[in-house]
T-cell receptor
Framework: DAGVIQSPRHEVTEMGQEVTLRCKPI?????LFWYRQTMMRGLELLIY????????DSGMPEDRFSAKMPNASFSTLKIQPSEPRDSAVYFC??????????????FGAGSRLTVL | AQSVTQLGSHVSVSEGALVLLRCNYS??????LFWYVQYPNQGLQLLLK??????LVKGINGFEAEFKKSETSFHLTKPSAHMSDAAEYFC???????????FGAGTRLFVKA
């Protein structure tokens, strides 16, 4: 398996533009997570899905952020309109519940977003 | 609610020296605890996990961590540091059977030749 695949790896955009980040989880994983990493706030969980259904979106910062998972192999995180404070590295991770019940995450390489 | 606190945002050791990265957790229920490592421009990778089976947990690359309930700690150690261990290390917690994993702020490890 190629692991969790994220695109684009780097995105530079101007304030007010729409940004779409994409994620392909590992086949067979039924949980998908979106995290945001910044120097100031560290790693923050934004939202997670189980079997394509959003379970907890309490970490989504505001209505400008939205996430979808139309099928088991694809998810998007959209920011509209983008603002400079959205600049961060956005990680997608997927998992399945192993026998011990521990939720082990496999992360993608991340999408580095810069909003000018 | 669960949380973790990592003591020290930066730790510097000499090659061959002991590595000790500190993590304290807070949890109202028995936790699952994890250490992840992040190399530059990469995602996080699992080093090891504690799931209540054994208090001393061995992970990859010679790392291990000990769960101490009385101290609410889960410190990461490695007897002898290698240059390749230079990275950022994250302690994380989740509830038993839970899916939300909460990460600490991270500790950047520097290894001097």
């Amino acid at each position: 398996d190629a692991g969790v695949i994220q695109s684009p790896r780097h995105e530079v955009t101007e304030m007010g533009q729409e940004v779409t980040l994409r994620c392909k989880p590992i086949s067979g994983h039924d949980y998908l997570f979106w995290y945001r990493q910044t120097m100031m706030r560290g790693l923050e969980l934004l939202i997670y899905f189980n079997n394509n259904v959003p379970i907890d979106d309490s970490g989504m910062p505001e209505d400008r952020f939205s996430a979808k998972m139309p099928n088991a192999s694809f998810s998007t995180l959209k920011i509209q309109p983008s603002e400079p404070r959205d600049s961060a590295v956005y990680f997608c991770a997927s998992s399945f519940m192993v026998g011990t019940g521990a939720n082990v995450l496999t992360f993608g390489a991340g999408s580095r977003l810069t909003v000018l | 609610a669960q949380s973790v606190t990592q003591l020290g945002s930066h730790v510097s050791v000499s090659e061959g020296a002991l590595v000790l990265l500190r993590c304290n957790y807070s949890s109202s229920v028995p936790p699952y605890l994890f250490w992840y490592v992040q190399y530059p421009n990469q995602g996080l990778q699992l080093l090891l996990k504690y799931t209540s089976a054994a208090t001393l947990v061995k992970g990859i690359n010679g790392f291990e961590a000990e769960f101490k309930k009385s101290e609410t700690s889960f410190h990461l150690t490695k007897p002898s540091a290698h240059m390749s261990d230079a990275a950022e290390y994250f302690c994380a917690v989740s509830k038993t059977g839970g899916f939300k994993t909460i990460f600490g702020a991270g500790t950047r490890l520097f290894v001097k030749a």
